[in-house]
């Protein structure tokens, strides 16, 4: 990899029109947090930016919902959502805001440039206007008739009932949002960056020159780059944003997807005066930690903007994750099906390292994954407190115990091979903590750590400090040997305890702060340089006593959320009678009852979000006490999964090895009889209602996208 002098991270810029949940922080927040803690350790130069995204449609609709403007809405929630990412520790250097002058300034600048270099088509179109308040119509600001499931209030974009894509046009009996009046068409004028030029770069600079980057990525960016790129409008029709600094533009703001990456560069320009080492000197890393829903703003607009303004650094890397559901359910804002962060830090004081802990543990690196207040519990009391915990707790009540409270010496030439495996144990525990965050596998690094506690359990457990200390009488001619025992065995788990404490602070940062407080020592031990030494607290230091690091979380607080959950979201849609699609005349019809047949029209996104891979069975055996299911091991050729499979019936386990499936890749984890099934795999059936295979054919590698 190139030596870089200095890292610049981003994350990405929360539409400051509501409070964050969990999934906001799994997406990008904490891996940021956890890499650039990481980076600071290591005494790297690095700069963690972020903020709020205060432009843009979803801002003016909260604003018109609540009654107020939207300078009121954004600096209500960008206070809030600053306060939750500060509550979670969070560590940006800055948290900006792009309502800011210097914000303005920098996006219209940015515009300009470009402008000036002739790179911007003008293109008139036709768009919906509304007549009574003389405004264009973002799609938002249009609803209608859904002309999938019937609900008459979906919008322009989206119907979110059903949750199908739409258009405008789709729409029946489309309305104005702000008057209610009957939309019209009418021609405006934008500027457009062609997009297009930049696709034989993309190309080259994406998939030849980054095959690095995470599978998830880079696939997404190979789609869109095969289906070929368009120009893209970079104004839009509001009086909320940035103005267009043309004299020809009134009424004409910057495209929120243009202005709000600009925000990365106006953050670093806020916070220091160095800002363009950060972003026009080559040996600058720039990194962004996003969503999946962010990778082709990120990835392919982005940069063509930097590669077209011509003096910018390009981002090195983009680990974005995928989504995070919760309790088997996508998280929907509209429908109050959330964990929202400024409730959670109110109902589990304290436990904020409890949940970073969870969210990294289960973070949707790869694919998407589930939150349960179950599995957090779980986690937390089985993991953080049964393991991490009770190795630092016994340690100190032993230390306290059976040496008087000050670190014991440690007898070198009475070291056993439990006691030399143990320190081997510390030192190879960080080189692959280490390996895991150089390369953004934060779940992998974290299990490490956790890893590395449970042999310290193992470890004291085999010594039983307790047992031997009984041995310690006058009378007993092994006393000296004894005492070195307990020495050795307490010596070594303190130290253990002192690298614990800087593995786990990229990730639970309060925690490592309460172990250095109950070690006595200075921040400084938390440099990355001092972590496998096994010489880090010295020799008859005296320790303060024990504090319990983290705490239990009761079945009745899990109850309570689920019933928090449940009764802060709408009921589930009542199940409605699928309707014909548009006449092949182009006429709408009226919705008409189908009893069987055919499922409802969907369009190109809906299908576009089912990510189908090829794969090959490896093994296959019965899920006990399930007539109907079989255990499968499936190769995708990036990863080995385990899919459960309602397939017993039909075939038989020995039959399956080295058969070649088609596997829905991306479905949400389901436990089925206690074993978590990844994905689904593609079936049919045949005219006599046996189930078969639907394979993409030999020649398909394991792993093929299938489009």
Known sequence: ????????????????????????????????????????????????????DEHGVPITIRAMKEGVTPQDIVDKYHAQIKESMAQMGISFDIYARTSDKIHHETAAAFFKELYDKGLFEERETEQFYDEKTNTFLADRYI?????VCGNPNAYGDQCEKCGSSLSPEQLINPRSTLSDAVPIKKTTKHWYFPLQNYEPWLKQWILEDHKEWKANVYGQ????????????????????????????????????????????????????????DYWCKEDTRLIHFIGKDNIVFHCIIF??????????VLPDNVPANEFLNIEGQKVSTSRNWAVWVHEYVKDFPGCE????????????????????WKDFQDRNNNELVSIFGNFVNRTFVLMHKLCGGKVPPLHAATLDDTDKAIISDIQQSVARVQTALDNFRFRDALFEVIDLARKGNKYMQEKEPWIVAKHLTADNPERERNQQKIDNCLHLCLQLTANLAILINPFLPTAAGKMLYMMKVVER??????????????????????ELLFRKIEDAEIAAQLEKLKAGSEQQPEPVA?????????????????????????????????????????????????????????????????????????????ALPGKKVVVVANLAPRKMRGIESNGMILMA??????????????????????S
């Open 143 to 147: 609803t209608g008739t859904c002309p």
């Open 525 to 546: 031990m938390l440099d990355w340089e001092n972590a496998g030494k096994i010489n880090l607290l010295s020799v008859g230091y005296t320790l303060r006593a024990p």
């Open 578 to 654: 699928s309707i014909k699609p548009e006449a092949t005349d182009g006429k709408r019809q009226t919705a008409v009852p189908i009893a069987t047949g055919i499922k409802p029209e969907i369009v190109f996104d809906d299908f576009s979000k089912i990510d189908l891979r090829t794969g090959t069975i490896l093994s296959a055996e019965k899920v006990a006490k399930a007539d109907k299911l079989l255990k499968l091991e499936i190769d995708l050729g990036f990863e080995k999964r385990v899919i459960v499979s309602g397939i017993a019936q039909h075939f038989s386990p020995e």
């Open 1 to 52: 990899m190139k030596d870089f002098k200095r890292t610049l991270i981003t994350a990405a810029l929360p539409y400051a029109n509501g409070p964050i949940h969990i999934g906001h922080l799994a997406g990008c927040y904490i891996p940021a947090d956890i890499y650039a803690r990481y980076l600071r350790a290591q005494k790297k130069d690095v700069k963690f930016v972020g903020g709020s």
């Open 353 to 372: 390292d409890a949940l970073r802990y969870v969210l990294c543990s289960n973070a949707p690196e790869t694919k998407d994954n589930d939150f349960t």
């Open 221 to 276: 960016c190979k789609s869109w780059l095969d289906n070929g790129l368009q120009p893209r409008a970079m104004t839009r029709d509001s009086n909320w944003g940035i103005k267009v600094p043309l004299p020809d533009a009134e009424g004409k703001v910057l495209y929120v997807w243009f202005d709000a990456p600009i925000g990365y560069i106006s953050a670093t320009k806020e916070l220091t005066e160095n800002w363009a």
């Open 685 to 706: 059936e045949d005219a006599a209602g046996k189930l078969v295979f639907v394979a993409a054919g030999d020649e398909a590698p394991d792993g093929a996208a299938i």
């Open 303 to 312: 940069p063509s903007m930097l590669k077209a303004h011509g003096n910018f």
